[in-house]
């Protein structure tokens, strides 16, 4: 483990600002409904933020700033004039540039978000934190490995501006509640885990400009795109390695292009699979080609197996696992021949607001927001480390990347420890 | 010239698009998009959805003013535009009426009169308070709850289109269940996406053939769903004018510049039962024999023949849609 007290990061002072935080919003998760006003009472002042990239990921990212109030979005940056016009069509009152660096040398900006193609954040990041910055970028921080270490040096180098990778789930009150419980040792002994995203989808992206065209489609590109398991996968193996505590060992790989067979090179359809470092498998499979049974995470053990889908997540018990005092009472959702235990997180808070504990949270927010509520808190009551710390944000893109990898080359790669060294 | 075509589930209906062009990869990819900005919209704007737009407005709006973004403001500002126009026959506010009368179940139930009245206390777009100096909604009682059930599935296609305007695509149509749509430019081989009205009793012959050129059509029914109560059969369209289901029309049809427009429109007819002045539309009255009354819409001569293949999204009661017409 990381000593997370490193350069100061935990002074005093902001230690206790945080644990002040911490009875009211339960640490678990941030219950809009109760943490507002000593919330609102941190901030001495409006947090004037930027959004770098006005894509589908950024166009979401201004839509989740104007649900947090103590955030106002400044300005937004893209080199591509449709993007722009579409963020003067969404929201007028908002400048927009077309160079970011016009975005970093206002001094009134403290906070920008970057959600420009993966392989063109290195350079925007370490600009940003030069400039003096706050920095949420999204997952995966980098395309290389050698990119997301630039990155996570210089964060690592400037404890007093905050650097959060857009890792969802780590801010999630669903994903940090079964973190609890699956390190209470509710799974029994882990045996196994599985992920997978299947989607139908070219994954193309169009433009009247070839030029411009040809930029869009990064994602395609062999050459600087992390692919599915980039893309997509990092967003369920992070929570995977997290939940079950270790890095993987080595990881084998194997991609084919099945069905979008339009002169691209990056597959449409992967396979890989995980050793983890005490051997418990992880098996994930992501393609383009079928919407079949879409996307979710399963972790299996002796006792039970816990399965997210959509951010939510279900117990499903073997039949000669232990009683659970509390399952008699909780809600059971029927997957076919099996019945699940609905796993809602903040149940005590629930009861405690005269909620039934057993139904979802109503003020159950998106994924985005949490993870950027998290980020927009660090300004008030840090800098502390955040939970999709450049670090967390480091090693899954060393893992996703590195799968890429195998993936290309249909491969067994091996993690070694020194890839993982900042 | 390649034709593609592409379908998407969302907001409770099935949305399929068809595009022509030269290039079929980029096409694919265009279209694309535009289903994803309508998944997108859902998201924002279905009441069913906990953490949309519609949801933290209907469970805060009473308590304090919500602030909204500019495109949700204008879209209520253009909401209330319609109800005024409409004769208040398009209101987003019938949410609690819908509750009532268990629109939002399954089935769907003749409330009593207490708690009609107390739906109807708490439905009335005068209860909508928008305020522009702050972008915000507020609502003047508790209960009051947003539904854009009657106009959301427009705006989605209007927005969708928008996307396929900026990547370039020329021609293309898309509805939503069959009961929204808009034909973009014209297809290859005809002078207009030719969209075929059906009467839900007498479904062999067309009522009226609208040919749409960049123009959206909207064709809302009263026959979709419905529940029967001691002999009466109600529809799930609701007068919010009257707090009860409509009887005035079985089918309503209007075309206009916008699907929203159109989308609003059509409901709203259902309700009013005559068409409006200004728009082109037309209403069938239930009961046999049929009237059917028209703005604009000339009705189907029954002699002429009119090819009419078989629509591959013909999953609805309200249109059948005629996408390359021989």
Redesign the interface.
Known sequence: MNDRTRGGLLSRRNFLKRSSLIPLSGLLAQSPAIGAATRSAGFKEQVQTALIGFGPQGRDIAATLARIPEATLAAVADHYNVMLRRSQRSMPEVPVFEDYRAVLDNPDISTVFVATPTHTHRQIALDALSAGKHVYVEAPMASTIEDARAMAQAARDNPNLIFQVGLLTRSHPNYRSVFQFIRSGALGRATMARAQWHSKESWRRVSPNTEREMALNWRLDAGVSTGLIGEVGMHQLDPAFWFLGKRPAAVTGLGQIMLWDDGRKTPDTIQAIFELEDGVPLLYDATLTSSFDGAYDTYSGRDSTIMFRDHRAWMFKEVDAPLLGWEVYARKDQFYKELGIALAANATQLDAQDISPTEDDPNLETPLWYAMRDFIDNHAFGPYLPAASYEVGFEAAVIAIRANEAILQQTRLAYDDALFAI | METIRLAQRAMACRFELVLEGEDA??L???G??AL?EIE?LET?LSRFL??SDTS?IN?RAAKEAV?????LFDLLKRCRRLHERTNGAFDLTVGPLMQAWGFYGDGGRVPDADALAEARRRAGMRLVELDEARRAVRFAREGVALDFGAIGKGYAVDEAMHILR???VERAFLHGGTSTMYGLGQPADAEAWNVAIVDPGAADEPVAVVALRDEALSVSAVSGKSFEFEGVCYGHVLDPRLGKPVRGAALAAAAAASAETADAVSTALLAEARPFPEYRSLVIEPGAPRRILQNGMPLHAPASHVATPAAPASNGHAARLNFTPA
Do not use: D
Request: no cysteine.
């Open positions: 990869p980029r694919r990819a265009a694309e998009a994803r997108w924002r906990p953490a933290r469970a602030p909204v973004e500019p495109w900026e990547a370039g």
